[in-house]
């Protein structure tokens, strides 16, 4: 193991060669772009053994590593917003042939109007095509997750592709201490790939992607989706193995003073680290207030969340992301998990951090002083709030709501 | 040794029991393709026609995907890589079949990229000259006059707009790019095809067939005419046979110089019956002429080869 200073870009690219991938293939877009340029370096200085297809879109990158994935490649690719969301359709080719595909996110919001800074909406976007997705709070942990994310997905109980998203700028581009761990310590956690699914191999023909009728589709769905409930297990074994190899441990979800809090503030990426910061302020001030921070969104920690905010009396969903029209994204899987529960807690959403603003104490102060006035109150005056909305300028673009 | 047609398989690669049309020119061109590309072929197919005539019912006898409507050549990129990581590349021919709307309109890109990059495949268009598989729509590759779905004739239309001269022509279009290898071809003239294939798919890089395939249905002609049709679209000049060398050396491997004037081709089929009436009459003197000087320019270009 050695102790680097590094952004997130080359934490993930770091975690590439050491999962020693076949094939990369991707294509240039800020901020997930050195990735691949790290990547390139390795390959160049023959540091890692694999073939990089330097293709000529986003479409065809993700198609070069369903191509590769099919012949039994360890297949790996990066993105990022308006790549992401030109590769839509063969996302759901990838899932539906059930290919180990790891790709890293660096999360990023999509135009119109054209920004290039962090927002979820992206991978987000990509809830349903039938890949597994993580979310990381730190450098360290987007180097881990891809190991992670390998090690479960490649699993024949498993057998589908997975994003590991990164917030753009805040953790592609930021430098932190990481430890990067030996080649050989991640060779017993992950061995080389032999894959447990059929391939394109002239010695044993099969035929790939063919038609499905009515009487078979919805069979075909259903097996990816208890395959993707089934991740959750699988996940949970990695994440143990982890972090017995390498002493830090992972869950689908990371509590933090949910035990006797009654506010608890639940988000995903890196904004958690300031929330973290937040709630042990408040908490010194006799707040009573916890932290849940989703780090598996696919597969959903439904019980997990229902577990940890079940005793509460408000919970407030962090979206950076918005369904135009609806609110959050996270917010209506977030209720999904409380419904059933006998008793459950108010909820509330909170609309943060869009376009790369960043999420700073006093909005989350702002979120917990709306949490605080809505304790005891049968249903929420208001669900969707934008604590860090600028009133003055919607105001005087005449936006009233 | 070039295959002949005694020392050609008789071992068939496309099952029986495919959904294809009866005297669908495509299945042809597929037949006679897979009997020189055997057994060691993996292959790429885009969605269209050869997609479901495989998919549906038989099925070839070595490892076929079905990919989207136009990411074949990207996938057939990954696996050329993949293969090439595993150390697995020699001895296996990757190869796409692909229609004329995923290849001259949909797919153009993936295909450009690929070609552009040197990856090893071939990749054979089978031109049926328009969308068929979703019900006789206009491509890139429809000629000129064509009725379709989507070029419907009446009022002041006539079928396909697009003047004969300016529809994309694949092969200049990748000779454009330096492809090792580029060719047109006729399931009319069986041996210059699979001589192709055969020389094709033995480069060390990117090569491409483009092999005129008569559709019953979407043409309008009976579908014991597909042969007559391929044929005759040779010997009109209409299609072209020729292959071009790294982009550059063209040379024209059907001559029939004792041409037949396009009439001949168009009167065949359906498609183009509108063009006979009255009111079209200067229509086909203009598809001759361009055809004509097509053929011409064709000749300079093989002309420079032996200069
Ligand atoms: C992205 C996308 N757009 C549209 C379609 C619908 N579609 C399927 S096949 C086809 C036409 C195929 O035409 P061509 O490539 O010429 O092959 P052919 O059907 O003639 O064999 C179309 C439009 C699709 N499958 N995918
Ligand atoms: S519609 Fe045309 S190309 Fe398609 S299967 Fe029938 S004959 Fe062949």
Request: aromatic fraction near 8%.
């Amino acid at each position: 193991m050695s102790r680097q200073y590094i952004s997130g870009c080359c934490a993930v690219a770091e975690a590439a060669r050491l999962a020693e991938v076949n094939v990369v293939a991707a294509y240039p877009i800020t901020p997930q772009t050195s990735i691949v340029e790290y990547l390139a370096n390795y390959v160049a200085k023959g540091e890692l053994k694999a073939e990089m297809i330097p293709v000529e879109s986003e479409h065809s990158a993700m198609s070069a590593c369903i191509g590769a994935a099919c012949v039994g490649a360890r297949t790996f690719t990066a993105s990022s917003s308006q790549g992401l969301a030109l590769m839509h359709e063969c996302l759901f080719m990838a899932a539906g042939l059930r290919l180990p595909i790891v790709m890293a996110i660096a999360n990023r919001a999509l135009a119109a109007p054209v920004s290039i800074f962090c927002d979820h909406q992206d991978s987000l976007a990509q809830r349903d095509t039938g890949w597994l997705q993580f979310y990381v709070e730190n450098c360290q942990e987007a180097l881990d997750t891809i190991l992670i994310a390998y090690r479960t997905i490649e699993d024949e109980r498993v057998l589908l592709p997975a994003m590991v998203c990164l917030d753009g700028f805040f953790l592609s581009h930021i430098s932190e201490p990481v430890d990067v761990p030996e080649a050989e310590q991640v060779k017993r956690f992950l061995p080389a790939h032999s894959p447990k699914y059929p391939i394109l191999d002239v010695n044993n023909p099969g035929i790939f992607n063919v038609m499905a009728f009515p009487d078979t589709y919805e069979e075909f769905s259903y097996d990816r989706h208890v395959s993707m409930l089934r991740a959750r297990e699988v996940l949970r074994e990695s994440m143990a193995d982890f972090a017995r190899l390498f002493g830090r441990s992972y869950d689908l979800i990371e509590t933090y003073g949910c035990e006797d809090a009654e506010l608890i503030l639940l988000g995903m990426g890196s904004m958690m680290g300031t929330v973290r910061t937040a709630v042990r302020l408040l908490r010194e001030e006799g707040e009573k207030v916890g932290l849940v921070k989703i780090k598996s969104y696919r597969p959903f920690p439904t019980q997990e969340v229902a577990a940890a905010v079940q005793k509460t009396a408000v919970i407030g969903v962090l979206d950076r992301g918005l369904s135009t029209g609806l609110g959050g994204i996270i917010y209506p899987e977030v209720l999904k998990s409380l419904y059933h529960l006998t008793t459950r807690p108010l909820a509330l959403n909170f609309i943060v951090g869009l376009g790369g603003r960043d999420v700073t104490i006093p909005i989350l102060q702002r979120a917990v002083q709306e949490m605080k006035q809505a304790i005891g109150a049968s249903r929420p005056k208001r669900e969707t709030i934008w604590p860090g909305a600028d009133r003055a300028l919607l105001q005087a673009w005449g936006i009233k709501d | 040794m070039a295959t002949t047609l005694k020392t050609l398989t008789d071992e068939e690669f496309v099952a029986p029991g495919r959904a294809g049309c009866n005297g669908c020119g495509a299945v042809i061109a597929a037949r006679m393709a897979t009997k020189v590309l055997g057994r060691n072929t993996l292959m790429a197919n885009a969605t269209g026609c050869m997609c479901v005539n495989y998919g549906y019912a038989g099925a070839p006898k070595f490892p076929f995907i079905h990919t989207l409507f136009e990411n074949a050549a990207a996938i057939i990129s990954g696996m050329d890589a993949g293969l090439r990581s595993l150390h697995k590349r020699d001895d296996v021919n990757l190869v796409v079949l692909a229609g004329d709307g995923g290849t001259t309109d949909i797919g153009l890109q993936a295909l450009s990229g690929a070609v552009e990059r040197g990856h090893r495949f071939l990749y054979i268009c089978y031109d049926n000259e328009g969308y068929m598989n979703t019900g006789v729509q206009r491509s890139g590759a429809t000629p000129y006059g064509a009725k379709t779905t989507t070029t419907p004739v009446g009022g002041d239309r006539l079928g396909e707009p697009r003047p004969l001269e300016r529809r994309k022509d694949m092969v200049r279009l990748l000779a454009a790019h330096g492809i090792p290898y580029a060719a047109t071809a006729s399931i009319a003239h069986p041996l210059d095809y699979i001589r192709k294939v055969e020389r094709a798919i033995a480069i060390d890089g990117s090569s491409y067939i483009h092999v005129l395939s008569p559709c019953s249905p979407g043409w309008g002609f009976a579908e014991n005419m597909t042969i007559k049709i391929a044929r005759l679209a040779v010997e009109t000049h209409f299609f072209p046979i020729y292959e071009v060398e790294d982009g550059r050396w063209y040379r024209l491997t059907i001559k029939a110089e004792r041409k037949k004037a396009v009439e001949e081709y168009l009167r065949l089929q359906g498609r183009f019956s509108h063009l006979f009436s009255e009111r079209y009459r200067d229509e086909i003197a203009r598809i001759q002429a361009e055809v004509d000087a097509n053929w011409a320019y064709l000749k300079q270009l093989a002309a420079l080869r032996a200069g």
